[in-house]
Structures are given as C-alpha cells and as structure tokens.
C-alpha cells in the first residue's frame, strides 16, 4: 500500500481517504485504529470519571435512561453516549444485536437459544445478551459467516 | 413505528394477494372448471363475478396485513416470549377469522369454527416450531464458526 502522509497543524476535520480495490479484513482492522486515533472513551462511575481502554469492554446496554459499559475485570460503568451514537462510531467489532444491547464480537464466549426460541449470547465476562430476530442476519454478516 | 408499520403493510399486501389469488386459482381447478374466487356461497351474493374478485381481492389483502401487522408483535422485547406469542396469536386470529368468515371460506356454525381453529393452531404451531428450529440452526453455525476462531 503506497501512503502519503500530509501533516498540517490547521486542518480540521482531521480525516484519511483511502482508495482501494477491495475492503479486507486486515484492512478494516487498520482502518478501525485509524477510526480511534483521536477517540478516547470515558466512563463514568459514581463520581469518577474513568478512560476506557475498548479492547476490555464486552457488552454495552442501554436501559430507560442510561447507558451501561460492561469491563471485563471490572465493574460496570455508565455512558453518556446514546446507543444510535455508540453504533455509529464504535469499531467494527462493536456489534448491534438487539433494541438495548452492542455485544463485543471479539468478546462472545458462545450462543444459545432457550425453549422460548430466544437467542442468548454468552459473553466471555459472563454476561448476556439477547440477539433479536432483526439482529440476526447482521451478526452472522459481522462476524464473517 | 410508523416507518416499520409502512413497511409491514406494503409487504403483507403483495403476499396477502399472492397466496389468495393461488389458493383460488387451486381450489377452482380442484373443484370447478372455471375460476370462483371463494366459495360459491361467496360468489352468490354478488350481481356479477367481476365484484366477486374484486372484492376477494380486498379481503386477500387485508388478510395479509393482519399478519404482517401482528409480526410486529414479535419485536417487543421487553415482553417475554410467551407473552409476544399470546397476544400476537389473539391479534391474528380474530381478525382473520372475522376476514375468512366475511369471506365464506367456511359456513358460519360452532362445529365448522372448531375444526377451523383446530387447523389454524395447527399451522400456528407448525409455524412456531420452524421459527425454533431455525434459531436453532442458526446458534449452531455461529458456534461453529466462534469455536473456530
């Protein structure tokens, strides 16, 4: 890959264009780093404010009026980000699965469904997560099937 | 919503139509040797055979949007399964019934209202099972696929 790199203190937004033949998965790797050069995310617990490292947060869920990020060994802290803001701008790893919840797809032990039909995602932090029926074709799309 | 309930009435319409028009088409080759878009009871309460299929026609569809209405059900998720399959299968049967009954597909009496329930959980269920099994496949590819990471 032939890159140029053009460092200019006034430019706003920051931003890469990339031209290629094809998306690949290396790629969208390199890509989703790129994406978070100048993201960090904060969590907030009781009165603390505390940096996010993405690669420890296994599942996201939103309830009535507040957003919770789950730390693999470590409690769960909340957002101020909205779900749709989450989605938007999360890596590809990051993986919408229902109304209220964004599993870590990197972080998904194994699924199950229950006698009710509903499919359960166990994370590797033992938490769990519903995919719904909407959900469905985009996980298996996400995680490359 | 409103955009979800667009999207289910403009797809239950084109299959609500489709299914009718080939269950007719069956029945009519099955049983007559020309086209009745419903029973002859049916048929016989109208002038002419043109308003007959037009009107069938209305009822198909409005048949479709019943069910592609009360999908939307299955999508509520804070309510339990149980609970979507409840009323999504109270919200589907009446109304259909009430539909099939205008329709004439069967005569109006206890006995023929049984054995249409009957039928109708019947498939009701069949259905529910292929959903089941369906998730089921489902789970077991994305293991497969998980475990091979």
């Given at each position: 890959?032939?890159?140029?790199?053009?460092?200019?203190?006034?430019?706003?937004?920051?931003?890469?264009?990339?031209?290629?033949?094809?998306?690949?998965?290396?790629?969208?790797?390199?890509?989703?780093?790129?994406?978070?050069?100048?993201?960090?995310?904060?969590?907030?617990?009781?009165k603390q404010i505390i940096p996010l490292?993405?690669?420890?947060?296994?599942?996201?869920?939103?309830?009535?009026?507040t957003v919770t990020a789950y730390r693999v060994g470590g409690g769960p802290v909340q957002l101020r980000e909205r779900l749709y803001?989450?989605?938007?701008a999360l890596p590809s790893n990051f993986i919408r699965v229902s109304k209220g919840e964004i599993v870590n797809g990197d972080s998904i032990d194994h699924l199950s469904v229950g006698l009710n039909g509903l499919i359960n995602i166990a994370m590797q932090d033992g938490q769990v997560a519903m995919v719904s029926r909407r959900y469905m074709r985009s996980l298996k799309e996400r995680l490359g099937l | 919503m409103m955009k979800k309930i667009g999207q289910a009435i403009g797809l239950g319409i084109p299959i609500g139509v489709t299914c009718g028009l080939v269950m007719s088409l069956l029945f009519s080759y099955m049983y007559a040797n020309m086209y009745y878009p419903s029973s002859p009871r049916f048929t016989a309460q109208f002038q002419r055979p043109l308003d007959a299929i037009s009107v069938s026609i209305l009822l198909w569809?409005?048949?479709?949007?019943?069910?592609?209405?009360s999908s939307l059900i299955f999508d509520i998720?804070?309510?339990?399964?149980?609970?979507?399959?409840?009323?999504?299968?109270?919200?589907s049967y009446i109304p259909f019934t009430i539909l099939a009954l205008l329709a004439k597909w069967f005569p109006a009496?206890?006995?023929?209202?049984?054995?249409?329930?009957?039928?109708?959980?019947?498939?009701?269920?069949?259905?529910?099972l292929s959903f089941y099994l369906a998730a089921r496949h489902y789970v077991a590819a994305v293991n497969k696929k998980l475990a091979a990471r």
């Open positions: 890959m032939k890159i140029e790199l053009h460092i200019d203190p006034n430019v706003a937004p920051e931003h890469a264009d990339v031209y290629v033949q094809a998306l690949t998965p290396p790629l969208q790797t390199a890509l989703d780093q790129l994406g978070q050069v100048d993201q960090q995310w904060w969590g907030y617990q009781d490292d993405l690669r420890h947060l296994s599942l996201i869920r939103a309830s009535d009026d803001q989450l989605e938007a | 569809a409005l048949m479709g949007i019943v069910f592609a209405l998720e804070r309510w339990s399964m149980a609970r979507r399959t409840a009323v999504h299968f109270l919200a009496g206890w006995g023929f209202l049984a054995s249409y329930t009957l039928i109708y959980l019947g498939i009701y269920v069949a259905m529910w």
